[in-house]
């Protein structure tokens, strides 16, 4: 087994999280002009 799918199977919580936050804030990012500007 590569080495890095075992190191993902023993880190997948923390990796999954930084994942989310990842698309949480390029969602934040490309939609703040719709969320934060509504006139």
Same mark, same amino acid.
């Given at each position: 087994?590569?080495?890095? $799918? ?12 930084? $994942?989310?936050?990842? $698309? ?6 490309? *939609?703040? *002009? ?6």
């Amino acid at each position: 087994m590569p080495l890095w $799918i075992n190191w993902l199977m023993d880190h997948w919580i923390p990796t999954a999280l930084v $994942i989310g936050l990842l $698309i949480a804030f390029v969602f934040v990012f490309t *939609n703040r *002009n719709s969320l934060f500007y509504k006139e």
